[in-house]
T-cell receptor
Framework: DTEVTQTPKHLVMGMTNKKSLKCEQH?????MYWYKQKAKKPPELMFV???????INESVPSRFSPECPNSSLLNLHLHALQPEDSALYLC??????????????FGPGTRLTVL | QQQVKQSPQSLIVQKGGISIINCAYE??????FPWYQQFPGKGPALLIA?????SEKKEGRFTISFNKSAKQFSLHIMDSQPGDSATYFC????????????FGGGTRLMVKP
């Protein structure tokens, strides 16, 4: 099973709302990633968790707050977003963050619209 | 030195034809080169990947050709089908940067029936 699941599929929120995106994998992967993808562009890395610890934060604004409650779950908490934050948010996982196999498997994404 | 340049930006191929997408990189430390296929509204799906110790890898109708000296790699889709119509991203990563992928800009492929 190489599936990464994400909920919700679609999310519309106002600029004053607080919402969360959820990602889950049951492949035993120890690295999990959040990406942001704008239309017709490649995914842009936001955060990397390795063994449930934040390893990489690509200078993401604090209105995005990641959380890794356990090795299978990854959340992205959203607060006070701007309309330009509207995008497809992708979660991915890989066996590890360093060394060995590098295959990253992506989830289907959450289409976020900020009004 | 982190860039991966992908061409063409868009490609139209007749059904049954060969689709060819090219990528070039600068950083010789890259050691893993995956290709991802993405349909509209979906996440990227890992299609095929290659490491620099191999010059070619084939999986079904998909082949990666790798030229280490030229720092180029390409995806060939043989017998292209309308169902192959999607956006394709090449990527690269280097061993001491974990699994951080550097993506190419993407190629929108349309296969006409």
């Amino acid at each position: 099973d190489t599936e990464v699941t994400q909920t919700p599929k679609h999310l519309v929120m106002g600029m004053t709302n607080k919402k969360s995106l959820k990602c889950e994998q049951h492949m035993g992967h120890r690295a999990m990633y959040w990406y942001k993808q704008k239309a017709k562009k490649p995914p842009e890395l936001m955060f990397v968790y390795s063994y449930e610890k934040l390893s990489i934060n690509e200078s993401v604004p604090s209105r995005f707050s990641p959380e890794c409650p356990n090795s299978s779950l990854l959340n992205l908490h959203l607060h006070a977003l701007q309309p330009e934050d509207s995008a497809l948010y992708l979660c991915a996982s890989s066996q590890a963050f360093t060394g060995g196999r590098n295959e990253q498997f992506f989830g289907p994404g959450t289409r976020l619209t900020v009004l | 030195q982190q860039q991966v340049k992908q061409s063409p930006q868009s490609l139209i191929v007749q059904k049954g034809g060969i689709s060819i997408i090219n990528c070039a990189y600068e950083n010789t430390a890259f050691d893993y080169f995956p290709w991802y296929q993405q349909f509209p509204g979906k996440g990227p799906a890992l299609l095929i990947a290659i490491r620099p110790d191999v010059s070619e890898k084939k999986e079904g109708r998909f082949t990666i050709s790798f030229n280490k000296s030229a720092k180029q790699f390409s995806l060939h889709i043989m017998d292209s089908q309308p169902g192959d119509s999607a956006t394709y991203f090449c990527a690269a990563s280097r061993p001491n940067a974990g699994n951080m992928l550097t993506f190419g800009g993407g190629t929108r492929l349309m296969v006409k029936p």
